[in-house]
C-alpha cells in the first residue's frame, strides 16, 4: 500500500491538497493508531503537545499522517521491547516542529546522510522487526519540503535516533476559501453545473 501512496504523490507532481487541519485531532489520531502496537511490542509511547500550539494548520493533512506514520512505524520497528518511543509537538515561530524520538537501534554517523535516499537501507535493518522498502524517509522529506518544511535526523547507534520535522503553520498554497455550504453546492447541481 505504502509504494502505491508514494507514486501517487510522485504522479501528482509533488503536488498537495492543503487545507484547515485540526492539529490536536490529527495528533490524538496518531496517538490511538499507534497505542495498540505499542501495548503489542511493550514499548511506552507518549504524545507531547507542547502549550502554545495552534489549534489550525494549513497542511495536506493525509500527506502529514503519513509521512509522521511512517516516521513512527520507523521508530517501532527500531526500537526493543521497553524501549521508549515519544511524539512530541511545539510551535516555534510560525512553524510547529514534531519530534519523533525512539530508544531503538540507532544508526550509525557513516549512514546517517544517506537514510533520506530512495530505495537506501541502513545496515541496522537487522534489528528491525520487519523489513522497509527504503522508500519511506525520501518520500517523507519529499512531503515535508513541499510543505516548505524540512526534517532533520540525530542518532547515536544502540541509543536511538531523533526526527525532527519543521513544517510552517501554512503551507504555500493554502486555500483559505470558505467551504460552499450543502444547499449552495447542491443549486449548482440543479442548475446544470
Known amino acids: 500500500k505504502r509504494l502505491l501512496d508514494i507514486s501517487r504523490f510522485e504522479a501528482s507532481g509533488g503536488k498537495l491538497d492543503v487545507r484547515e487541519v485540526d492539529l490536536q485531532r490529527l495528533l490524538q489520531t496518531l496517538e490511538s493508531s499507534f497505542s495498540v502496537l505499542a501495548k503489542q511490542r511493550d514499548i511506552s509511547f507518549s504524545v507531547e503537545h507542547g502549550p502554545g500550539l495552534p489549534e489550525k494548520v494549513y497542511w495536506d493533512e493525509d500527506r502529514i499522517n503519513e509521512v509522521l506514520g511512517n516516521l513512527i ?30 530508544t ?45 518544511g524540512r526534517t532533520t535526523v540525530e542518532s547515536r547507534v544502540g541509543e536511538g535516533t531523533t526526527f525532527l520535522v519543521t513544517l510552517p503553520i501554512e503551507a504555500p498554497g493554502a486555500k483559505k476559501r470558505v467551504e460552499p455550504t450543502p444547499s449552495e453546492s447542491m443549486e449548482r447541481v440543479e442548475d446544470g453545473g
Open 104 to 148: 531503538g537501534a540507532g544508526i550509525s554517523r557513516e549512514q546517517l546522510p544517506h537514510i533520506f535516499d530512495k530505495f537506501y537501507q541502513a545496515d541496522n535493518q537487522a534489528q528491525a522487526s520487519s523489513k522497509g522498502t527504503g522508500l519511506g524517509l525520501a518520500i517523507a522529506k519529499e512531503i515535508v519540503e513541499a510543505h516548505g
Open 73 to 102: 512505524s520507523n521508530a517501532f520497528k527500531f526500537t526493543p521491547r521497553g524501549g521508549k518511543v515519544a511524539l512530541s509537538v511545539g510551535p516555534v515561530d510560525s512553524a510547529v516542529v514534531i519530534t519523533v524520538a525512539d
